[in-house]
């Protein structure tokens, strides 16, 4: 048996593979399909303080090996949350994060000071990337200062560990995720969508009604793999990478990158079984290499 | 809500455009309710990346047929799967039509345009379980836009025919020849799918005449079970207006419920 627990310091995972938010709804949509206490985690959909409605259709659009999407973060708001959605996930046994929005600073740290006393929530995870928002794909995530400011307000207002996640649109995203340790954040999630479009030639109209939208999907890993990769080297706090894992192989390259843990997004949505497979296929990959723990494989690139 | 990863085509035809696949799938076929859709990988490599939502056609024991139309490279790539292939599949997902035990021995209406014959075929089978009296009408754009009219026929259902250029039946959309048709009848329901101009015409009729109507809504899915959030259509629910997930609360709305695009501000 390979032992695939990770320890980020601040929370022992059982297995370094977490479901990402936006992409795994509230946990209960994968009840008909998976055993959630397999995974090491899985992180619910971006919960601002009041429900919102998100944005107009069409919302998605299929590119080339990858998903293009505006969906605008339609969501139950924190009081159903915690009333309705999670009595139901408190049963298992297995890491729940919450990841967070908001519209301003406030918000984000009422969504925290709102959770803060509810049960069964092993962190949460800061969404100040999400491109589908503001005009342009404006989010705090694209430069030092407003990152550095909202993570220090949220990291003071929570009670529990913090996980920042990051916009891949920016020129320098060690600057960033720099400025996010530095405001005291617990771990960091590489990255959010990157900001793209798609146009119809016929009606020369965006596809998208939102006209920019958020890519992920097999299309961004490499390009994401370079993140992990640049970042690792520059930060203490641990990485958890994100964009494009469709397999066991593609969570190892960001593992042997450096990262500790990985989350799996848009695969969810090809295969509701992706994030099980995905588990199973690490662990036969150490067991075929005669790895005993998997945390020996974090960080081993030879370059 | 069943996962079936070897679902093997059994029997495959097409015209032109327009394929039928019959599945063997027990389990997915056991519980499907007329309305509710599949979502069918077509490739184990990340392009296409998505399944695409496809109506359940018809069910009969183990099996389960679809029918759909080459529209993009999804359904390209699904076309070209042989006999003996299996294909993944997602099911029964949706909410389906609501087949109110007060439509017995009623008569009832389904108009289907194009594709939009899809699930009204299984709904059709249902219905006549039902001893109700299934008047079926079918619009395309030409001839050939109506592969399925000689399998309506040869299953007993009575059908009316339209064809845009005339080529077939009566002359003109699928919707005049119901208002037509209305006349003379008096369905207790309608049922309707095909493109949006056409169903929202329908409502419109629907409602002038007061009758009851439900409309199945065709949209780009992410994921088929309520996950993504990227289906919406505008719908009415009392005096609020939702974007509401066509996979989950769907695909089946009611005529009063939905909000067609060309009244959205």
């Known amino acids: 048996m390979t032992d695939l627990s990770v320890d980020l310091g601040f929370l022992k995972l059982k297995n370094p593979v977490l479901a990402a938010s936006g992409t795994f709804g509230y946990g209960l949509e994968f009840e008909p399909y998976i055993d959630l206490n397999k995974l090491g985690g899985f992180i619910v959909k971006g919960l601002y303080y009041s429900p919102r409605e998100g944005n107009p259709p069409p919302r998605l659009v299929e590119t080339s090996s990858g998903l293009l999407n505006a969906i605008g973060l339609p969501g139950i708001g924190v009081k159903r949350f915690s009333e309705e959605i999670l009595p139901q996930l408190r049963k298992y046994n297995t890491a729940l994060i919450v990841n967070v929005c908001g519209e301003r600073e406030d918000e984000y740290a009422s969504v925290v000071d709102y959770l803060n006393k509810e049960e069964g929530i092993s962190a949460f995870e800061l969404n100040i990337s999400c491109p589908n928002v503001e005009r342009d794909g404006l989010c705090p995530a694209l430069n030092p200062e407003s990152a550095y400011s909202v993570v220090k307000l949220v990291k003071k207002t929570s009670s529990r560990p913090l996980i920042t996640k990051l916009s891949p649109n920016v020129t320098d995203i060690v600057e960033i995720a720099l400025s996010a340790q530095e405001a005291g954040t617990d771990a960091i999630s590489l990255v959010n969508t990157f900001l793209a479009m798609s146009i119809d030639v016929e009606t020369r109209k965006p596809k998208l009604a939102n006209i920019l939208g958020g890519l992920s999907g097999p299309a961004i890993k490499p390009i994401v793999l370079r993140m992990v990769y640049q970042v690792v080297r520059q930060v203490q706090v641990p990485v958890i990478g994100i964009g494009g894992i469709l397999s066991g192989q593609d969570a190892l390259e960001f593992l042997i990158a450096g990262a500790k843990a990985v989350e799996v997004g848009t695969a969810n949505f090809i295969d509701p079984e992706s994030t099980v497979k995905i588990i199973e296929e690490i662990e036969a990959f150490c067991q075929k290499n005669g790895i005993d723990k998997i945390e020996e494989v974090i960080g081993t690139l030879k370059a | ?265």
């Not at chain 2, 079936?4 to 019959?22: G, T, V």
């Not at chain 2, 009851?212 to 009392?238: N, T, Y």
Request: aromatic share 10%; proline share 5%; with cysteine.
């Open chain 2, 1 to 265: 809500m069943i996962k079936d990863p070897q679902a093997r085509i059994i029997h495959k035809e097409s015209w032109r455009d327009y394929y039928l696949f019959s599945l063997e799938s027990p389990r997915i076929a056991h519980q499907a309710h007329p309305g509710q859709f599949i979502m069918v990988r077509v490739t184990s490599e990340p392009y296409p990346l998505l399944r695409r939502p496809l109506s359940i056609h018809s069910k009969d024991g183990n099996h389960i047929e679809i029918f759909f139309q080459i529209t993009g490279l999804g359904t390209s790539q699904l076309s070209k799967k042989a006999t003996d292939d299996t294909l993944d599949i997602l099911g029964p997902l949706g909410k389906g039509f609501n087949i109110i035990p007060d439509l017995e021995g009623k008569e009832v209406v389904l108009v289907g345009g194009g594709r939009g014959i899809a699930p009204l075929y299984f709904l059709a089978h249902q219905l006549r379980s039902l001893k109700s009296s299934v008047k079926i009408f079918y619009g395309g754009k030409t001839l050939e836009d109506l592969p399925l009219k000689e399998k309506l026929e040869t299953n007993g259902f009575e059908t009316y025919c339209s064809s845009d250029d005339g080529s077939f039946g009566f002359k003109g959309l699928v919707s005049e020849l119901l208002k037509a048709e209305l006349e003379r009848l008096a369905p207790a329901c309608i049922f309707a799918c095909g493109p949006e101009p056409m169903m929202r015409k329908i409502a419109e009729i629907a409602r002038t005449k007061n009758i009851r109507a439900e409309f199945s809504l065709e949209s780009v899915m992410g994921c088929g079970f309520g996950a993504c959030w990227g289906c919406v259509k505008r719908i009415r629910k009392g005096d609020e207006e939702e974007w509401l997930k066509v996979c989950e609360e769907g695909p089946v709305f009611s005529g009063e419920e939905i909000i067609w695009q060309e009244e959205e501000k």
